[in-house]
T-cell receptor
Framework: EDQVTQSPEALRLQEGESSSLNCSYTVSGLRGLFWYRQDPGKGPEFLFTLYSAGEEKEKERLKATLTKKESFLHITAPKPEDSATYLCAVPGGGNKLTFGTGTQLKVEL | DAGVIQSPRHEVTEMGQEVTLRCKPISGHDYLFWYRQTMMRGLELLIYFNNNVPIDDSGMPEDRFSAKMPNASFSTLKIQPSEPRDSAVYFC?????????????FGDGTRLSIL
């Protein structure tokens, strides 16, 4: 059974304080990994897809990386508007995604 | 472009009542998904459709839950009778075919409270 574990569960940063979120997975035959951002009262919003170990994707202050066992979402010099819950997911059979429980990020001034 | 549209945004009802949640996927998307999100269990896939046909309903918790997709632009998730433990946020998502390369796009959910 596919499993996705995210850490930490919650993270509080000062504005400008860089950090990383972790997503470790157990899946038979990785076919990609997705990162989403979820704001309170909203649905998850797609950020990145990574397909193979060594791949990196960037968007503004976010950079996602992938190894054979885990993915990292690096946040460089975060701002308060980066506060959200970040979810990762891996595709299983068919078009089904298994989601992690997310990391709740709070960036303070 | 219009995203995935869900209605209602909030629903409060009493135990035993029938609840119907609605979803309009993004035009042209072949896949439609229904998820449930709770603090304890996170996002769980309930059922998904491909070209209006249910493909996998193994995540539907009980026979009280049913879902239909009568056409490419509309789907419903029904709970009858509802119970307090059904309280959660229900999301609908859609994606293009070739799902491994195409992300799922989510609506803003229906927050359901069963009293």
């Amino acid at each position: 059974e596919d499993q996705v574990t995210q850490s930490p569960e919650a993270l509080r940063l000062q504005e400008g304080e860089s950090s990383s979120l972790n997503c470790s997975y157990t899946v038979s035959g990785l076919r990609g990994l997705f990162w989403y951002r979820q704001d309170p009262g909203k649905g998850p919003e797609f950020l990145f897809t990574l397909y193979s170990a060594g791949e990196e994707k960037e968007k503004e202050r976010l950079k996602a990386t992938l190894t054979k066992k885990e993915s990292f979402l690096h946040i460089t010099a975060p701002k308060p508007e980066d506060s959200a819950t970040y979810l990762c997911a891996v595709p299983g059979g068919g078009n089904k995604l298994t989601f992690g429980t997310g990391t709740q990020l709070k960036v303070e001034l | 472009d219009a995203g995935v549209i869900q209605s209602p945004r909030h629903e409060v009802t009493e135990m035993g009542q029938e609840v119907t949640l609605r979803c309009k996927p993004i035009s042209g998307h072949d896949y439609l998904f229904w998820y449930r999100q709770t603090m304890m269990r996170g996002l769980e896939l309930l059922i998904y459709f491909n070209n209006n046909v249910p493909i996998d309903d193994s995540g539907m918790p009980e026979d009280r839950f049913s879902a239909k997709m009568p056409n490419a632009s509309f789907s419903t998730l029904k709970i009858q009778p509802s119970e307090p433990r059904d309280s959660a946020v229900y999301f609908c998502a859609s994606s293009l075919r070739d799902g491994f390369n195409q992300p799922q796009h989510f609506g803003d959910g229906t927050r359901l409270s069963i009293l």
